[in-house]
């Protein structure tokens, strides 16, 4: 590999990190609007559906930064033969923030697709 390429891989890399981070909250809202989640799942579900790898360590404190702005509420319930888990479930007030993000979000995807479709042809 090039020392151009290296870079541009490490800009690429260090950019995607920012993106995910700035939509974090956002998928995390979407996720919470269709049904309740325990952390752990939550982290394993943005992974697996949107394809977002989120340290843990960046999820909880964001989960109880969420929950202080009254979006969320948590119920620590029992877990299935093993430690209590921390259930989330999206507030009212968390629904409608939610409910104002997502025309943003599509304007927003709908402007970059439009820009990347200039691009490509």
Known sequence: MTRQ????????????????????????LLSLSRREHYGFELVTGLTE??????????????LLRLSKDGLIQSELRDGDG??????YTLTAKGSTLLAAMIPSWQKLAAS?????EGHLQ
């Open 5 to 28: 390429s290296s870079d541009s891989c490490e800009q690429v890399a260090r950019w995607e990190v920012q993106l995910r981070k700035g939509i974090l909250e956002f998928v995390i």
């Open 49 to 62: 559906r949107a394809a977002i790898d989120v340290p843990e360590g960046t999820i909880y404190p964001l």
């Open 82 to 87: 093993g430690a209590p888990r921390k259930y």
């Open 112 to 116: 970059v697709d439009g820009l990347l």
